[in-house]
T-cell receptor, first 114, second 110 residues
Framework: EAQVTQNPRYLITVTGKKLTVTCSQN?????MSWYRQDPGLGLRQIYY???????DKGDVPEGYKVSRKEKRNFPLILESPSPNQTSLYFC?????????????FGPGTRLTVT | RKEVEQDPGPFNVPEGATVAFNCTYSNSASQSFFWYRQDCRKEPKLLMSVYSSGNEDGRFTAQLNRASQYISLLIRDSKLSDSATYLC???????????WGAGTKLIIKP
């Protein structure tokens, strides 16, 4: 089954404790991205990657890091989480250049930083 | 002003009715447009792309008005299962970033 998986689905952590949210897709998509979704603000892009070893900042990259060592994986790293990073996070993948650019999303990770 | 704006709703609509909502965008260079559907606490899923000439997919019709910079979504004969949040998405094709609206919540009542 074609899918995007994220882990963990739920996480409660404390300020300053480094964490990684994993994202993996099995559709051989070149393009992957991370979003956060907050009430009233819609989806905001954190980072995106056009292909292996190619990453770029989105609209809200501060406090986050990513890496793209393999095509299928795109982990999101919070080196020192803070309460304002409490949010719902989605990973997505797509084939760039298709014109339609349908994004396939993972199920989401609900993060709470206390 | 937000780049993509939507009425947050909720729109409370009786089953079987027709409902329409709009989404306005500010960047006139925007070239690709989409409607996504998001169920409560779930991931967004593509509902339909929006073509320049307008397009229809079953009970759903999408329209684009470039002059006034808005897109619309019309749902006919609404079903209980149509209850969801509908997200408007705009893409400027010079890069791969998508700009998302905050969504319009639709509640279909029996």
């Amino acid at each position: 089954e074609a899918q995007v998986t994220q882990n963990p689905r739920y996480l409660i952590t404390v300020t300053g404790k480094k964490l990684t949210v994993t994202c993996s897709q099995n559709m051989n998509h070149e393009y992957m991205s991370w979003y956060r979704q907050d009430p009233g603000l819609g989806l905001r892009q954190i980072y995106y990657s056009m292909n292996v070893e190619v990453t770029d900042k989105g609209d809200v990259p501060e406090g986050y890091k990513v890496s793209r060592k393999e095509k299928r994986n795109f982990p999101l790293i919070l080196e020192s989480p803070s309460p304002n990073q409490t949010s719902l996070y989605f990973c997505a993948s797509s084939l760039p250049g298709t014109g339609r650019n349908e994004q396939y999303f993972g199920p989401g990770t609900r993060l709470t930083v206390t | 002003r937000k780049e993509v704006e939507q009425d947050p709703g909720p729109f409370n609509v009786p089953e079987g009715a027709t409902v329409a909502f709009n989404c306005t965008y500010s960047n006139s260079a925007s070239q690709s447009f989409f409607w996504y559907r998001q169920d409560c606490r779930k991931e967004p899923k593509l509902l339909m792309s929006v073509y320049s000439s307008g397009n229809e997919d079953g009970r759903f019709t999408a329209q684009l008005n470039r002059a006034s910079q808005y897109i619309s979504l019309l749902i006919r004969d609404s079903k209980l299962s149509d209850s969801a949040t509908y997200l408007c998405v705009v893409k400027v094709d010079s890069n791969y970033q998508l700009i998302w609206g905050a969504g319009t919540k639709l509640i279909i009542k029996p």
